[in-house]
């Protein structure tokens, strides 16, 4: 689909408070909150870059977005000091912040990414010409099939359950953007949107 971005979240009063602080005091911020001996960043080595992706009360990862997805208009910049502001832009990553609307375009994206996935293998079977396209429609169909056959048997050492039963994690636990898109609308339906701020962090 695109860029792999991570959608985290922030109370609104922390995030008030650090996004107007310049370099010197996000430093001391991280220096004081976050075990950066942990993630091995070096901070007096201008890796504050790689901090700020450490910022943020919970993470949901968006397995893949087109880049496209978000226009100008859906987005502002995580941070108002000139001194932060491109910071994350500068190293070739991204940082920003989205409201209700784009997080809805988002999971439609999702949506239709699963919708032409189904129409396509239907199409491709409905439209071949020749023997050979056909086959190859149909071992395509088949394929995805038993790829989805094998995400619910367990006794697969390959099968990676759609699901888990335990509190401590997500409920869809799946690489597949067809089950994952469950947990993008369990977390919207559950999100607190007048006192936290959806912001977004990937490359």
Not at 33 to 53: C, M, P, T, V
Request: hydrophobic content about 30%.
């Amino acid at each position: 689909m695109g860029f792999n971005y991570t959608l985290k979240t922030i109370n609104k009063k922390k995030y008030k408070k650090i996004s107007n602080m310049n370099k010197k005091k996000l430093t001391e911020y991280i220096k004081k909150n976050i075990d950066i001996e942990y993630y091995d960043i070096d901070l007096s080595n201008d890796e504050l870059h790689s901090a700020i992706r450490y910022i943020g009360d919970e993470t949901i990862s968006l397995v893949a977005i087109n880049k496209d997805t978000f226009t100008n208009e859906d987005k502002k910049k995580f941070f108002y000091h000139n001194e932060l502001k491109n910071l994350a832009e500068d190293y070739g990553n991204s940082l920003f912040v989205i409201n209700k609307k784009s997080f809805e375009k988002i999971i439609e994206e999702a949506r239709i990414y699963v919708y032409e996935r189904y129409n396509n293998l239907i199409d491709n079977y409905k439209n071949a010409k020749t023997k050979d396209e056909k086959e190859y429609a149909i071992d395509d169909i088949i394929l995805n099939l038993e790829t989805k056959r094998m995400d619910w048997d367990k006794r697969s050492e390959y099968s990676s359950c759609p699901y888990s039963l335990n509190r401590e994690k997500i409920m869809i636990d799946s690489q597949s953007l067809e089950y994952d898109i469950f947990n993008l609308v369990t977390f919207h339906r559950n999100f607190d949107f007048e006192n936290n701020i959806l912001f977004i962090e990937g490359s």
